[in-house]
């Protein structure tokens, strides 16, 4: 059931009306969607469905007071609005708040929508990018492709006086593949998508990931073990932003500043990178998996600088955290559902493209590590350090792409290689995932140019890369 939008209105203006209150939303969400994993062969698991509900929030005191139901109808809603007043002292206070709907910029244009399309030709798709993978011989042991879709509609009233009414909608294809050489196992991963229709998978898109999935995989079987030790570090722009995203990212977002628990803290208009790097969020890119015309409180998507020709000019604030730090909120409030309050959280977030060519980049680099596709890893946000897989990368050999290395790994520090970075190229690639903070998850995406970590005559400047030998 849609609430009464002239009922939430009441609820907002009656729990505004008392003393300290600072802010108060009322949130409706409504997820439909399919999931599809096609593993073996066969359909392993298919899901589809709607999920619905509304969270009240208050912030007094700079203190969140948050609930949320699954039954929206009105009387559930006055009760739920009655249980959160009762948690904080109520003193009167007479206030009016007025209302008006918020113009919805557009962030994406879908052409042929996934809920318009049956599950059996999703299935379809899916059975396509199983015969690819299987198509590449007997070393190809286990296939995993994976669809899913959803469209998001979100209904927002707060007391600043905006009415928010507006739908996301989009999709993400996944292949995933094991391969067996004798007693070495290795993966091959690729995804796709963002807010886009089915129109993505025009040109071959299917086909495409499929087999760069499985050479990848296929590809790593051979490879020869990585020599550890310092080198310079070559990451193409095909590797994604996994590295801006967790080594940098997170410690830009100002709650964490605000604990005190980000390496950042305390140094904004500081240098804290070379002059080649600045670092944007922008959630108003059109049909990325991490863009919106509003965040989950009511701000209005606007492009961030975060660092600027290496020098550090702001973070990533939602509400809250601006009313703690005295700031503004930057349009970064985010919540994966009606269940959980909003926070601090990335959009799409990149390293901004500079002059040089990728190729010379490469050819300026006498040896070292090329990554091609970054993995997962993990990061300390109080002092930086972090640990990176690498899931496709060679060596460097005489300024060329040498012969392929399993087993490497990227180990360093958040801002030393921000300051360490020396040459970053015209180029951008974006990679797209879930990113977890809190117990939530937030779609995003990330991206960087070609970018050299490390300065071939400077050994200081170089990165770790454990390896195997």
Not at 177 to 186: H, K, P, S, W
Not at 258 to 273: C, D, P, Q, R, W
Not at 419 to 432: C, H, K, R, T
């Amino acid at each position: 059931m849609n609430p009464d939008i002239d009922d939430l209105k009441q609820v907002v203006k009656k729990l505004m009306c008392n003393q300290g209150i600072e802010f108060v939303d009322v949130f409706f969400e409504e997820k439909k969607g399919s999931s599809i994993v096609f593993e073996n062969g066969k359909v392993d698991r298919l899901r589809s469905g709607i999920d619905s509900g509304l969270g009240i929030r208050v912030i007094k005191n700079h203190r969140t007071y948050y609930g949320y139901s699954t039954q929206t109808d009105m009387k559930m809603v006055k009760k739920l609005a009655t249980a959160i007043k009762n948690a904080f002292v109520s003193n009167p206070l007479d206030r009016d708040v007025s209302f008006e709907f918020g113009d919805m910029p557009p962030v994406s244009q879908i052409q042929l929508d996934p809920a318009q399309v049956g599950i059996s030709e999703k299935i379809g798709l899916l059975k396509r990018a199983d015969d690819v993978v299987r198509s590449h011989g007997t070393e190809v042991i286990q296939a995993q492709c994976i669809f899913f879709d959803e469209q998001r509609r979100v209904l927002q009233i707060n007391s600043d006086g905006a009415i928010l009414d507006f739908e996301r909608k989009g999709l993400v294809f996944i292949v995933h593949v094991t391969a067996r050489l004798g007693d070495v196992l290795q993966t091959g991963y690729e995804s796709v998508g963002g807010q886009v229709g089915m129109e993505l998978f025009d040109g071959g898109m299917i086909d495409k990931v499929a087999k760069t999935s499985t050479t990848r995989a296929l590809m790593m079987l051979r490879a020869r073990e990585t020599p550890s030790g310092r080198m310079p570090v070559v990451l193409e722009s095909e590797a994604g932003g996994t590295m801006i995203h967790e080594a940098v990212g997170h410690g830009l977002e100002a709650d964490i500043v605000g604990e005190k628990m980000s390496v950042y803290t305390g140094k904004l208009g500081e240098k804290i990178a070379a002059e080649t790097v600045s670092v944007i969020d922008d959630p108003t890119m059109p049909n990325r998996r991490g863009s919106y015309p509003f965040d989950d409180e009511g701000v209005m998507s606007r492009r961030s600088v975060l660092v600027e020709n290496g020098y550090l000019k702001g973070f990533m604030y939602d509400r809250l955290s601006a009313l703690k730090q005295g700031a503004a909120s930057t349009g970064n409030g985010r919540r994966e559902s009606y269940r959980h309050k909003p926070i601090p959280r990335m959009s799409n977030t990149y390293i901004a493209p500079s002059t040089y060519n990728p190729a010379e980049i490469l050819h300026s680099t006498p040896s070292g590590l090329l990554v091609r596709k970054m993995g997962g890893g993990e990061v300390n946000t109080v002092n930086g350090d972090f640990v990176f897989e690498v899931a496709e990368g060679y060596l460097i050999e005489n300024g060329r792409q040498g012969e392929p290395v399993r087993g490497a790994t990227l180990v360093g520090n958040g801002p030393k290689v921000l300051l360490n970075i020396d040459m970053v190229g015209a180029d951008l690639g974006f990679s797209i995932g879930t990113c977890g903070k809190d117990g939530q998850g937030a779609p995003v995406s990330d991206a960087q140019p070609t970018l050299r970590i490390g300065t071939p005559d400077q050994p200081e400047t170089w990165l770790t890369v454990g390896g195997t030998v």
